[in-house]
């Protein structure tokens, strides 16, 4: 095939994503107030094309292209589908909610394009310069996001904190590489770890890489002591654009992470196998005490997605497929359950109105009975209880931890996993047991009560029936260049 066409082909879902952005930002210039939805029609197309292009050109052999700064591989493709899907379901959604509060116009969707974009640079990347591209990219669109609210007071305090605390990540990261240059003299990932697993010259300056690496990457996953962003941008942010933080970067996170630790610095695993143990531990214990004390909704979810990616961590730290496919898994798990949570508060929301404190949860059984059933769901896999997905998820990662022989991390994650049920039942609790505080009907669109409802139908379909998910998790990773 003609090298050109070869390079076009490994990153077409990127180049329509880049057109569509282009032009909704053109279009959406002549459009009047009353027609957004021509913008917002065409990012789901945009979308959907984008997802049946991966399809097609999805392949079992890892490709490498642009002078191998990008590689096309299984795990990539995976990992693109789902974010596509992800950030599919969020503007559904939250359709109503962008509409009611001035934000559903196209600087909104250009933006979530323009983040989209991000999340694939890093997905496909296989050097340095074009994970941090990838990462940059999708990091100044969600800084954009998190304060397009720019009349009100805590979207802008949130996107301040989020971008003051990227920009020091950022800097980790670059730091880091640059020591990992110093010690290997290249920056492609393939290279890295051709250096690493042939012993540098420069072993101290290769751990210090390292140190910032992992930092750098336990800010972007969240995870305890990097924390501090997570809980006053969930709070701070519109409800629509936490929801988008809290799914879709999720899948790039998993990328980066795989790609730098599994890839890179996979001969280099004594040297990050220890900090993850650290990050793990702290981030499941700190984030489930802390979520107790929490009367905001999205604070409390803030709190649990520290302590959700602490197990995430504990897969990692396995070092090997079976780990880091059931990271895979709990990342899938964790971001459809993520999408059906903050759904339900979406859909509870009005004009006027942020269904964001534990208390407007309760009595909602008496209010709707279906939706009280779905965030029953919601709760019961976040706190890893059959026979939801989220109880595979937690069993997947446990499991690897045991086999590699970190017993006693595994029963740091089962109590850890014992506290966080308190505050996740406490929510069934006031669903089903309490009075209602808001007695208002619940209004919707039938695309969003459709997809929504299968969304929640999902978590018990995956954990009745997880093995399709969990093989093609485990055959991706094999299938990658790691393996």
Known sequence: MNPMLLNLMAVLPEVVILTAASIILLVDLFLPDNRRHVSYWLTQFALLLALCLTLTTM?????????NLVIDDLIADFL???SFIAVSLVLFYSRTYMTERGLFRGETF????FALLGMQVLITANSFVTLYLGLELMSLSLY?????????????????????????????????MSMIYGATGTLQIDAVTQAVLGRTDNPVLL?????FIVSAIAFKLG????????????????????????????FAAFAMILRLLAGALGGAEGNWQGMLIVLCVLSMTLGHIVAIAQTNLKRMLAYSSIANMGYVLMGFMAGDVTGFSAALFYIVAYVLTTLAGFGVMLLLSRRGFEADQIDDLKGLNQRSPWWAFVMLLVMFSLAGMP????????????????????????????????????????????????????????????????????????????????QPLMGLCAVALVQSQYY
Not at 110 to 113: K, M, N, T
Not at 440 to 452: N, W
């Open 80 to 82: 693109r589908l789902f």
């Open 59 to 67: 392949h079992i052999d890892a490709v490498r292209v642009f002078h």
């Open 223 to 250: 995870a305890v002591p990097y924390h501090m962003w997570v809980p006053d941008v969930y709070q701070g942010a519109p409800t629509a654009v936490t929801l988008l933080i809290g799914s879709a970067p999720k």
């Open 387 to 466: 026979p939801t997905i989220g109880f595979y998820g937690k069993l997947l990662v446990l499991q690897a931890a045991i086999n590699a022989g970190y017993v006693w991390l595994a029963v740091v994650g089962v109590l850890a996993a014992l506290i966080g049920a308190f505050y996740y039942l406490r929510i069934v609790k006031l669903m089903y047991f309490d009075e209602p505080v808001d007695t208002s009907p619940i209004e919707s669109r039938k695309d969003t009560r459709v997809l929504l409802s299968a969304n929640g139908l999902s978590l018990l379909v995956f954990g009745i029936l997880p």
């Open 207 to 211: 751990v210090l890489g390292v140190v």
């Open 144 to 176: 954009a996001l998190v304060a397009i609210q720019r009349d009100e007071t805590a979207p802008v305090e949130a996107a301040m904190k989020y971008f003051v605390l990227g920009a020091l990540a950022s800097g980790f990261l670059l730091y880091g």
């Open 110 to 113: 250009v933006l979530i394009l």
